[in-house]
């Protein structure tokens, strides 16, 4: 499953990145690494980017950069 299938309200944890994802690098040095918790809070108006939480910080992504974010859905986290 990739980052940009989580709704708002639901959780996940990281479990990597897809092979060919650019934005592999920058994504990590903010927080985005295997086995964090993050939860989609919002999306805005178009549905593009997603707000969400992740260590304690909200941070925007693009959906087409949200598809390289392999994750793992989990009810509770």
């Keep these: 499953m990739n980052l940009n ?3 708002p309200g639901e959780s996940a944890r990281i479990l990597g990145f897809s092979d060919d994802f650019s934005m592999k690098r920058r994504l990590q040095d903010l927080g985005f690494v295997r086995g ?3 939860k989609c809070l919002f999306k805005s108006p178009m549905k ?5 939480l992740i260590m304690k910080t909200i ?3 693009r959906n ?3 598809r390289g974010v392999l994750i793992k859905k989990e009810d509770k986290l």
């Design 5 to 7: 299938q989580l709704e």
């Design 48 to 52: 593009d980017p997603k707000a969400y």
């Design 59 to 61: 941070i925007a992504i």
């Design 36 to 38: 964090i918790d993050i």
């Design 64 to 66: 087409k950069d949200a």
